[in-house]
């Protein structure tokens, strides 16, 4: 059974930084992707990354757009998502996903990690 396993999450103030990183058991799916879930709000896609052969294509919500990046590592078959300069609103849980389908599209994605909380306060 694949396996996605979220770590990095934690409390901090507005302006500052957090990795996520993302293991998984198999990284044969063809998009890698993070999803936020806000209090009282539904799941949505923040950022997505190709992660078959060719060029990493990348995919980036607005809300996030220039302040988080998703990157890899193939060998240690681990996604991170780089989020700088956090914002309140950025608060919610972090949950890691696959997807064999296009990476700007929040529903191929069918394999989720368990979720890592992000706080940041103001």
């Known amino acids: 059974q694949v396996q996605l396993v979220e770590s990095g999450g934690g409390s901090v103030q507005a302006g500052g930084s957090l990795n996520l990183s993302c293991a998984a058991s198999?990284?044969?799916?063809?998009?890698m992707g993070w999803f936020r879930q806000a209090p009282g709000k539904e799941r949505e896609l923040i950022a997505g990354?190709?992660?078959?052969?060719?060029?990493?294509?990348?995919y980036y919500a607005d809300s996030v757009k220039g302040r988080f990046t998703i990157s890899q590592d193939k060998a240690e078959s681990t996604v991170y998502l780089q989020m700088n300069s956090l914002k309140p609103e950025d608060t919610g849980m972090y949950y890691c996903?696959?997807?064999?389908?296009?990476?700007?599209?929040?529903?191929?994605?069918?394999?989720w990690g368990q979720g890592t909380q992000v706080t940041v306060s103001s």
């Open positions: 996903a696959a997807s064999s389908g296009r990476c700007g599209s929040w529903y191929m994605y069918s394999l």
């Open positions: 198999d990284y044969t799916r063809n998009c």
């Open positions: 990354l190709w992660t078959g052969t060719g060029i990493g294509t990348t």
